[in-house]
């Protein structure tokens, strides 16, 4: 049994969700693989996997145009991450190869 006696903050409903997307680029590309319509009271954790490619691969969490949380993720490796309060991710590649990868994320986000 769950006891919320919360003297500092209220409860919350939060609805979640999961969403898994392949991502592909050739040569230097900044792609935007995952967009929030909702609400900038977000919650999310996941991974990046990078199967194909050969240099390092950036992905940026962002607010607007403004990176606010950054992962670096190498060839034939995977990062995980949990960030709050973005409406954004970009994977940025560099040189001139294919990369190829996935996306998972568990999105949480309050509802009234």
Do not use: H
Request: aromatic share 8%; charged share 10%; hydrophobic share 35%.
């Amino acid at each position: 049994m769950c006891n919320s006696n919360l003297s500092c903050c209220s409860s919350k409903t939060l609805v979640q969700d999961q969403v898994c997307i392949d991502w592909a680029a050739t040569g230097a590309v900044t792609e935007t693989v995952y967009t929030d319509n909702i609400t900038q009271d977000l919650y999310a954790s996941g991974y990046v996997k990078y199967d194909v490619g050969v240099n390092p691969v950036t992905v940026n969490f962002l607010v607007g145009a403004t990176v606010v949380n950054t992962i670096t993720v190498q060839p034939q490796s995977s990062g995980s991450f949990t960030v709050r309060y973005f409406t954004t991710i970009q994977i940025v590649t560099t040189g001139t190869a294919t990369s190829q990868g996935q996306l998972c994320l568990t999105v949480r986000y309050p509802i009234s």
